[in-house]
């Protein structure tokens, strides 16, 4: 992988946002949280978790670009559908499925459908600023991290915290990770 400034800070950005997760859960509490202790970045790169095919579209019927081998990085661009993501691999552009991918080791990737709209905030707090919204029906990108009522994710390149019910996950938010 090649470095740089870009890597570093989303690498020192997933490393505060992973320390700071798994403090709460050692200690069993739950954080004051703020921008300044997790960052409310949308996910720029991931790894893929096992071989996995880079596809043409988001469907596991859809033609095969290559196959992505495990370790390797790959940028994600923000566009998403349900259970998958798409990625640029090695300079070619297409979808992979979600789970075949983890953002700093964190665990594989999920997505969930919003199908009411949902607010992205800035940390999970009740008077949190607001960064963006994902309309009725859009599809974000949901790292498994969890703070009281409040999952981490991301829309459109926009990251931060949504509420836990404004989003039908893939899993229990409660059970998720802990």
Do not use: K
């Not at 890597?7 to 200690?27: E, H, K, P, Q, T």
């Amino acid at each position: 992988m090649r470095c740089t400034n870009r890597n570093v800070r989303a690498g020192m950005l997933a490393v505060r946002f992973v320390a700071a997760i798994a403090l709460s859960v050692v200690i069993g509490q739950t954080l004051p949280l703020t921008v300044a202790t997790v960052g409310a970045e949308a996910p720029a790169l991931a790894t893929v978790r096992y071989d996995a095919p880079l596809l043409e579209a988001p469907d596991s019927g859809s033609d095969i670009i290559r196959i992505v081998r495990e370790g390797t990085d790959v940028e994600i661009t923000g566009h998403n559908a349900i259970g998958y993501l798409m990625v640029i691999a090695d300079g070619e552009t297409g979808w992979m499925s979600a789970d075949s991918l983890t953002i700093s080791g964190a665990g594989p990737v999920s997505t969930a459908a919003s199908p009411n709209g949902a607010s992205i905030f800035s940390a999970p707090i009740p008077d949190a600023s607001v960064l963006g919204e994902v309309p009725a029906g859009g599809v974000v990108i949901v790292t498994g991290a969890h703070v009281d009522i409040y999952v981490a994710g991301s829309y459109d390149g926009v990251g931060g915290w949504m509420i836990e019910s404004d989003l039908d996950l893939p899993y229990d938010a409660d059970s998720h990770g802990r």
